[in-house]
């Protein structure tokens, strides 16, 4: 299959995925949201492991890993934080910023090159992502002055540099993508652990009690589906990070009518034309190669 076509089954499966994280966050404890969320990850990917279908690691290999794992945990302990206190139109779209920081470092530092029209498709995106934050000041006030759309900021250039990483280990290291994905979730709960442990069980437990919902299994199983098809979108040799980046994001059309629809959010006529931009800008990247 094409990875350009498996970015965009990974960017439905993501907005899918980011409905099921509101609702698990929302008047709820994230860490131990988090911890749960990536122990059920692990535990649908168990299966993979024990029957063998994992090729063998060393353990610098093992290193590789460990260090993607704090590099998303860290970048997820961030954004779930903000989105259990913004409306998810608003969240989702920042994080949909990521292609800016992506593309930067892509083009700066890994020698991409994409066609023309893909140029102008990706600064049209970045232009409505921009004109969707904008959007957001009626809803949260002074917006960089918001302390949660800071977080949301930090969650998202971490995301940035996880995916120039994933570059990295599954093009130039040639890790195998289904590998990566089981070793990733496993580690990626032992950080969750720790992160409840040291923040959260001491004293938060009382001032941020956590309750227990179904939707952990929905966000753990669509993020698997999702992961899967970026990870072998990724690993093409073809395959460019800063496009399947800007792909991979149009998740938000989904996050946007979910806020909108399901949690009530404030509708805005800059929020529908920036989304059409999106759409444009998105066209005009697929069809530019």
């Not at 299966?47 to 970048?75: F, R």
């Amino acid at each position: 299959m094409s990875w350009l076509l498996l970015a965009f089954a990974s960017a439905f499966f993501l907005g899918i995925y980011d409905l099921a994280k509101k609702k698990s966050v929302q008047d709820n404890a994230v860490r131990p949201v988090l911890f749960l969320c990536s122990a059920f990850y692990a535990l649908f990917m168990l299966p993979v492991l024990l029957t063998g279908h994992c090729e063998q690691l060393t353990l610098h290999d093992h290193l590789y890993l460990m260090l993607k794992a704090v590099i998303v945990g860290a970048s997820w302990l961030f954004t779930y934080n903000a989105i259990a206190h913004m409306p998810l139109s608003i969240s989702t779209t920042i994080r949909a910023l990521a292609p800016l920081f992506t593309i930067m470092i892509a083009v700066g530092f890994m020698g991409e090159r994409p066609f023309a029209m893909q140029w102008v498709g990706i600064a049209i995106c970045i232009c409505s992502y921009i004109g969707l934050s904008m959007a957001g000041r009626k809803e949260m006030g002074h917006f960089f002055g918001n302390g949660w759309v800071v977080c949301m900021l930090l969650g998202t250039i971490l995301a940035s540099c996880s995916g120039i990483y994933d570059k990295f280990i599954l093009q130039r290291m040639n890790f195998e993508p289904l590998t990566v994905q089981v070793w990733f979730s496993i580690y990626m709960m032992l950080v969750q652990f720790l992160c409840m442990m040291i923040s959260w069980l001491p004293k938060r437990r009382f001032s941020h009690p956590f309750q227990f919902r179904w939707y952990f299994l929905l966000v753990a199983a669509f993020l698997i589906i999702a992961d899967r098809c970026y990870f072998l979108a990724v690993s093409s040799q073809d395959a460019l990070i800063s496009i399947i980046t800007v792909l991979r994001r149009s998740s938000v059309f989904i996050s946007f009518l979910a806020g909108i629809i399901i949690f009530k959010e404030r509708k805005s006529k800059l929020k529908f034309v920036a989304l059409l931009g999106v759409v444009i800008g998105l066209c005009l990247i697929s069809l530019g190669k």
